[in-house]
Nanobody, 115 residues
Framework: QVQLVESGGGLVQPGGSLRLSCAAS????????MGWYRQAPGKQRELVAS???????NYADSMKGRFTISRDNAKRAVYLQMNSLEPEDTAVYYC?????????WGQGTQVTVSS
């Protein structure tokens, strides 16, 4: 497994933007897919977006057009640019990495969208 550390969360007003970052360390093998999930209070964790090692992206329908996922394989990092944030986007955001089918998770970073 790899260790993942997220950063970039915080409080933002509706309509604002945030950029989340996640850096991976450890592990001996290349990371295949990386992604972002989120979990709001009282709700199940859900996929936000994922990206393959080759750059193929996948987004949850409610994030399309507002969020952009990207990665830097050399830095073993993944990013999430979030625009036009809404109060419904308030959640803890978790970074995910897959190595040979094994999932690793970060500790999560809080994103709060409120006026």
């Amino acid at each position: 497994q790899v260790q993942l550390v997220e950063s970039g969360g915080g409080l933002v007003q509706p309509g604002g933007s945030l950029r989340l970052s996640c850096a991976a360390s450890g592990g001996r093998f290349s990371i295949s897919a990386m992604g972002w999930y989120r979990q709001a209070p009282g709700k199940q964790r859900e996929l936000v977006a994922s990206i393959s090692s080759g750059g193929t992206t996948n987004y949850a329908d409610s994030m399309k057009g507002r969020f952009t996922i990207s990665r830097d394989n050399a830095k073993r990092a993944v990013y999430l640019q979030m625009n036009s944030l809404e109060p419904e986007d308030t959640a803890v955001y978790y970074c995910n990495a897959v190595v040979f089918g094994s999932n690793s998770w970060g500790q999560g970073t809080q994103v709060t969208v409120s006026s």
